[in-house]
């Protein structure tokens, strides 16, 4: 059992940074594949970013591919999102997500465990 917490959401301005932060309990955090999907209102959740258990191979959406960063900390159970040039068309709920399995998905079904949002606002 993974219980996911994310935090450092808010209202930016378009061209600022966030940093998303997904706090991770239990201590099996390192086998698991962590990624971050985002949904807008009315909008389907969809693929922002994976990384792997290793940290070494990390995945994007075209969308946000050389602006977003994922990263963790198995140390400290924590994967972060480094968000840079935000667009007003990235406003959503942030929810970071944990898969167990090694096949890399972009698909919400194949994750096991969700956290429970962070709103990101970002204004034109």
């Known amino acids: 059992q993974v219980q996911l917490v994310e935090s450092g959401g808010g209202l930016v301005q378009a061209g600022g940074s966030l940093r998303l932060s997904c706090a991770a309990s239990g201590r099996t955090f390192s086998r698991y594949a962590m990624a971050w999907f985002r949904q807008a209102p009315g909008k389907e959740r969809e693929f922002v970013a994976r990384i792997t258990w290793s940290g070494v191979n990390t995945y994007y959406a075209d969308s946000v591919k050389g602006r977003f960063t994922i990263s963790r900390d198995n140390a400290k159970s924590t994967v972060y999102l480094q968000m840079n040039s935000l667009k007003p068309e990235d406003t959503a709920a942030y929810y970071c997500?944990?898969?167990?399995?090694?096949?890399?998905?972009?698909?919400?079904?194949?994750?096991?465990?969700w956290g429970q949002g962070t709103q990101v606002t970002v204004s034109s």
């Open positions: 997500a944990a898969d167990r399995s090694l096949a890399v998905s972009r698909t919400t079904a194949a994750y096991d465990y």
